[in-house]
């Protein structure tokens, strides 16, 4: 888990920082910060407050935690409430799943041995799992494919920049 108390306050006009979300952990941060991750078949879960202009990203290694409390970021069903909590934390107010939006990415099939364990696949249809069941809209997903992602989400405007290595650089 990773929240900076340290970002500035939401309307500081200072200059955009970046923040990075390692596996297993996640970030959250207030305009104008942009936060980034690296991605195989790890799912980048975003979520966007785009009135509160905050968002965040859970860097989500595995499906479920089943139990294991150790690394709550990890997980997509520890994770994702998790990062909730801390953008309302962030806010400095009380349920703000109602404004949330989510974009999906990664997922990738990245080992040949993965076979009908495509963890990549698992964590991208738990993560949908989630936030469905938090009444989170999906605004856009890039999932799949055998090749890793870049990911850099701009808190100031939710746009979710992509950059496959070796491959093409977009926008969700």
């Avoid at 991750?37 to 407050?49: E, F, K, N, T, Y």
């Amino acid at each position: 888990m990773r929240w900076n108390p340290a970002v500035p306050p939401i309307g500081a006009d200072n200059a955009a920082d970046v923040l990075s979300a390692g596996m297993g952990q996640w970030a959250v941060a207030a305009s104008p910060t942009r936060i980034r991750a690296l991605l195989g078949s790890c799912v980048g879960v975003v979520l966007i407050d785009a009135r509160g202009k905050v968002g965040g990203v859970a860097h989500v290694v595995l499906p479920e935690s089943r139990g294991e409390s150790g690394q709550p970021g990890k997980y997509a069903d520890t994770a994702i409430p998790g990062m909730i909590a801390d953008l309302e934390r962030l806010l400095g107010r009380g349920p703000i799943a109602g404004r949330l939006a989510a974009k999906v990415v990664g997922g990738a099939s990245m080992f040949q041995a993965e076979g009908s364990m495509n963890i990549g696949r698992m964590n991208g249809e738990a993560v949908a799992r989630i936030l469905e069941a938090l009444r989170i809209p999906i605004l856009a997903s890039d999932l799949g494919g055998e090749a890793g992602r870049r990911l850099v989400l701009d808190t100031a405007t939710g746009a979710v920049a992509i950059r496959i290595p070796g491959g093409a650089d977009y926008t969700i």
